[in-house]
């Protein structure tokens, strides 16, 4: 099996210094492989990734990304360096038009690769080639989705992160976004994402941790989550999750 | 009468737009309300003054009051006044955000430093009133009833000139892009790859340059003098209400409508009173439209 | 003699500015209400006691002549019902907003008394406004003792009010909506009626120390009352600490104390041809102690004081 490209070891992090939410969590992400942090409401799922993404205060722990040491570096380096993020919320500037959107997401980059990587995306993405002038903010919710990802790819990130790619989708939009994740996953993307959607999830997911207050609970490969008791009742079997 | 109160908002209220882009740019990016904008207007005219004196303002072109050395010192004064910006930045804003301050301690920080950069002019200029150039220049008529300065004309048109070469930059630079982009969501604006502090840098650079330039204006068309700034500071930050959040031509139409109404309100109120325009139209704006005359109303 | 003189004069007026303070932090520190016009209302304040209390002079509208402490009750009224018609104006707005809104009153303010002649006397203001029973006094020296307790008295009952009403049930519902607003409306609690209350109580008390420095100079012009008292009043209330009336009185005496020292000092060093460069520095000194707390000592020197459980922790 090839190495890891994400590793975090013991990271703590948090909004307020002193007051961390993660506290201490580990997880490795390989090339081509779906991984999917589960967990009750509060278990600081989203802290972490935001803490990978430098997002938030990172307060010790290491990241290694890619072979180099991230740990706590900021945002725009580990964006240089081949890491994609897609926020939960506000994940498109909806001021902004789709191509601007797209624009942005190659920020890094420089004018000749943004050009061949927009005209990529949009053959890629008819439908945001075809709506391109039109304003984030009047996209769909499952558009949206598609714009927050296609903008994370701009820059072929080596490892990609989404914060509940389907939080309000609809049950078709959830299938094409995570055959799209499949999709990635295949041409040796390492996803990481953290989702609500559980069981949806696991199913097309490699391998999975469960957090629970801000500690790792459970690693396992994907299909043994799915069948474990003890995971079913707490995450998958709940009625909020029976999608 | 009419026709020369409006000529004469005009260009008032394109003084305004000027600063007014300014605050709005810093209010939607450094997400405070700089009460200090007014001093870097001051400051730009007070360091345009200095290298005049140096230099004079050159011989006079045409029908100007000034030459070309005014002209450089115009762009001389706006570098410097966005370098002043910067280091103001470095000095306190930037370790306050560093330190995660909410915005209404920045705008007490802005309190502080406008005591202090206003009081600056005051020690290092003198509190006289100053002027570019002693050349005396006939107001020339530019429609029925309406006279206007070769100056007040330069003055229009290069604001015209000035806003107009912004929204270029806004809409189409990827600086531009990356300024609206951190105005919407500066975390998603981080995770495109955006250096937060590098377009926070140029948006003091481009408010200092402009307030430097609306001061130069204002000292060209009015007199210099320490307060100059702080005069115009309410009638500013009502532009930058006015043109609600998110628009350059908002600031724009509200510079407009604050200087318009100032100098229209003289035919019905007595001149003393005009300072007070601002504040009507502010309060009245206020409590009818709390997002601005442009700005989409906020979901918080 | 004269030191002593001095420290009377001086102390007359940390206490007519600690008022001022006082009623800063009960908007801002108890509240979050953000009043950038602080000296608006201390101008309304020093006119109205004025105006009442003036001698007549034909070209004056209002020529009532009334006693000093009638001057003093009109002056709170007067302040009272500027507050309440600008608080109604603008206490549903936040922040920023609201502060560049009284800003634009006191700017407005200070035109009304410059240019409203016939009310104010215009820019040379008035002149032999009565002083509180200066009759009864013989050298400026025993009057000057005396109105040191009359304005010690009134601050001293500022602060004690003040603090009764931080920690009546009221107060604590003030500070409730200062830390979140949301769930103080979900209790149940009308958040702007209350925030007006606060304001408006606040602006009154700004009112009686402008009647108190009226009374105590003996005359009004519009230039006692320039925006920059607005900055001074707020820099003493950061530095001392906002949310504690203690820290408002102590923010008082100590950035008051630096300003008349500076000037002290100034007018010793530098010749008589430079004193407005002088007053700058004085001015760059405010501006200084204010950013410098700000980032090196945001809670002020004494810091808020728990007075609710939800502050303890």
């Keep these: ?180 994740l499949r999709g990635l996953a295949q041409e040796g993307v390492a996803v990481l994402m953290v989702e609500q959607n559980a069981k949806a999830a696991l199913r097309i997911s490699d391998r999975g941790y469960v957090l629970a207050e801000g500690r790792n609970r459970m690693a396992a490969s994907a299909a043994d989550l799915l069948v474990d008791p003890a995971v079913g009742e707490a995450f998958l079997g709940g009625k909020r999750h029976a999608r | 009468m009419i026709g020369q109160a409006i000529a004469d908002g005009f260009l008032t209220g394109g003084i305004l737009a000027l600063g007014a882009i300014g605050v709005s740019l810093s209010s939607q990016i450094l997400k405070f309300a700089n009460f200090s904008h007014s001093e870097l207007l001051t400051w730009g005219a007070y360091i345009a003054l200095t290298f005049t004196m140096f230099a004079t303002a050159g011989a006079p072109i045409g029908p100007l009051s000034f030459g070309w050395s005014l002209l450089f ?105 990356s300024m609206r982009a951190m105005a919407e969501s500066p975390a998603l604006a981080r995770v495109c790859g955006v250096k937060i502090e590098t377009v926070v840098r140029w948006t003091w650079v481009v408010a200092g340059m402009l307030a430097a330039i609306a001061g130069i204006f204002s000292g060209l068309t009015v007199q210099l003098r320490p307060e100059m700034g702080f005069n115009l500071l309410l009638a500013i930050l009502t532009a930058a209400i006015l043109g609600g959040s998110g628009s350059l031509f908002g600031a724009v139409i509200g510079g407009l409508v604050v200087g318009l109404a100032e100098n229209l309100s003289v035919l019905v109120i007595p001149a003393n009173f005009k300072a007070a325009v601002p504040f009507m139209i502010l309060i009245l704006v206020l409590y009818f439209r709390p997002q601005g005359l442009l700005g989409k109303s906020e979901t918080k | 003699m004269g030191i002593v003189s001095y420290l009377i004069f001086f102390a007359i007026v940390v206490s007519i500015l600690s008022i001022i303070t006082l009623g800063l932090n009960l908007q801002w ?67 920023d907003y609201l502060a560049i809104a009284t800003f634009g009153i006191a700017v407005t303010i200070q035109l009304i008394a410059l240019n409203w002649e016939g009310l104010t006397g215009g820019s040379l203001g008035m002149t032999s406004v009565p002083r509180p029973l200066s009759g009864f006094f013989e050298t400026p020296f025993t009057y000057n003792v005396f109105y040191l307790c009359l304005s010690a008295g009134f601050c001293l009952l500022t602060y004690w009010a003040l603090e009764r009403i931080v920690r009546s049930p009221w107060g604590r519902v003030l500070r409730a909506i200062r830390e979140d607003e949301g769930a103080a409306i979900a209790l149940g609690k009308d958040a702007a009626t209350l925030r007006l209350q606060a304001f408006v109580l606040g602006s009154t008390v700004m009112g009686l120390a402008g009647a108190l420095y009226v009374g105590f100079i003996g005359f009004v012009s519009p230039f006692d009352f320039v925006p920059i008292i607005t900055f001074q009043i707020w820099t003493m209330l950061i530095v001392g600490g906002s949310g504690n009336n203690k820290g408002a009185v102590l923010g008082t005496l100590v950035v008051w104390g630096l300003w008349s020292a500076s000037g002290t000092l100034i007018s010793k060093i530098l010749p008589a041809a430079f004193q407005t460069q002088g007053g700058a520095v004085q001015t760059i000194l405010i501006g200084l102690v204010l950013v410098l707390t700000l980032l090196f000592k945001p809670g002020g020197l004494i810091g808020e004081e728990p007075t609710t459980s939800r502050h303890a922790g």
């Excluded at chain 1, 389907?166 to 959830?174: C, E, M, N, Y």
């Excluded at chain 3, 003036?54 to 007067?78: D, M, T, Y």
Aim: aromatic share 6%.
């Design chain 1, 1 to 180: 099996m090839s190495e890891p490209v994400l590793i975090a070891r013991d990271v703590v992090a948090g909004y307020v210094p002193g007051m961390p939410i993660c506290h201490g969590v580990s997880i490795d992400v390989r090339p081509g492989e779906i991984v999917t942090i589960i967990g009750p409401n509060g278990a600081g799922k989203s802290t972490f990734l935001k803490a990978l993404a430098g997002l938030v205060l990172f307060e010790s722990g290491t990241v290694h990304c890619l072979g180099q040491d991230v740990s706590g570096r900021p945002s725009h380096e580990l964006i240089q360096l081949g890491l994609g993020f897609v926020p939960q919320t506000g994940n498109v500037f909806t001021g902004l038009t789709i191509h601007e959107n797209l624009v942005m997401g190659g920020h890094t980059l420089s004018a000749a690769e943004l050009k061949t990587r927009l005209a990529r995306t949009y053959e890629q993405f008819p439908l945001l080639a075809e709506r391109r002038s039109a304003t984030g903010g009047v996209l769909s919710g499952g558009q949206r989705q598609t714009l927050a990802v296609a903008r994370a790819l701009m820059t072929d990130p080596r490892v990609i992160m989404l914060d509940e790619p389907t939080a309000g989708l609809s049950p078709r939009v959830v299938g094409e976004v995570f055959a799209s």
């Design chain 3, 29 to 95: 520190g108890s509240t979050g209400v953000f009043n950038a016009g602080v000296v608006g209302f201390y101008a309304v304040g020093g006119y109205t006691y004025a105006i009442l209390t003036a001698p007549g002079r034909p070209e004056l509208l209002v020529n009532l002549e009334l006693p000093w402490i009638l001057g003093v009750v009109g002056a709170l009224i007067a302040s009272a019902i500027a507050a309440l018609l600008v608080g109604l104006a603008t206490m549903k707005l936040r922040g």
């Design chain 2, 73 to 177: 010192a115009v762009l001389l004064a706006g570098v410097l006044t966005g370098v002043l910006a910067i280091i103001v930045d470095r000095l306190v804003f930037r370790r306050l955000r560093s330190r995660h301050a909410n915005s209404l301690t920045m705008v007490f920080a802005s309190f502080g430093v406008a005591l202090i950069l206003r009081n600056l002019v005051l020690l290092i200029w003198g509190p006289e009133a100053q002027y570019y150039t002693s050349e005396l220049q006939i107001a020339t008529e530019i429609l029925p009833g309406i006279r206007l300065l070769p100056d007040q004309v330069f003055v229009l048109g290069l604001t015209i000139v000035l806003v107009i070469g912004l929204h270029l930059i806004l809409k189409y630079s990827r600086l531009g892009m």
